[in-house]
């Protein structure tokens, strides 16, 4: 009903239906094989971040549009083969959250946790660098700066993570939007791991070439 009300468009072709239709999603390029990142137990990507797979991000990152993370996210889903004890994302800047009114990590990791039926916690909490109290962001950064720039704390804000141990963590499967050089995955699993999870693994909507 509501989407007669409020008809939708898919982010890619502009025909009317879902924010991104399954002809489009089926067309974007897909991800090579890659290794995981030191640390990680596993790593699976679904789309290579050229062509319109970049008008996808860039719609969901800077143009609002939210709603096309669902299907590209229950997609992804399906290359992780043993579901972890807990899904988490490695979350972006505060200011960026903020300017953007989501994390698009977190939309994605909670549409794969629900598909796996896993529970997701926010574990993560973004370090500020140098000169910047909201958080580093990699965005625009050149490949040395993102190799140094990303560093995490253990310890999620919001619901659902009071009373959270660390100890027992167990298996975990951390999401992101873009793997570039590896650096947030890495950051983010050196962190799981001296908090206490017993193995991490790493999954995101795209990788760089």
């Known amino acids: 009903m509501l989407d007669l009300l409020f008809p939708t468009t898919c982010v890619l072709c ?18 090579p094989d890659l290794a995981p990142p030191p640390g990680f137990d ?14 996808l991000i860039a719609a969901i990152k800077f143009q609002g549009h939210s709603d096309a993370i669902e299907l590209p996210a229950r997609v992804l889903a399906e290359l992780v083969e043993a579901p972890p004890d807990v899904v988490t994302w490695a979350p972006t800047s505060r200011q960026r959250q903020r300017q953007r009114g989501y994390d698009q990590a977190e939309l994605i990791a909670r549409t794969v946790s629900q598909s796996l039926g896993c529970q997701c916690l926010p574990t993560l909490q973004r370090n500020a660098t140098s000169g910047d109290s909201t958080g580093d962001h990699q965005t625009g950064r050149s490949r040395r700066e993102r190799l140094a720039g990303a560093s995490f704390a253990f310890g999620g ?21 873009i793997r570039t050089t590896g650096a947030t995955l890495s950051a983010a699993g050196d962190t799981l791991l001296e908090a206490g999870a017993t193995s991490v693994s790493g999954l995101t909507l795209a990788v760089t070439l």
């Open 157 to 177: 804000s919001g619901v659902g993570t009071r009373g959270v141990d660390p100890h027992r963590l167990g298996s975990v499967l951390v999401v992101d939007d």
């Open 14 to 31: 502009g025909h009317n239906g879902p924010p991104l239709c399954i002809e489009c999603l089926s067309g974007l390029p897909p991800a």
């Open 42 to 55: 596993a790593f699976g990507a679904l789309l290579s971040y050229e062509g319109e797979t970049r008008r």
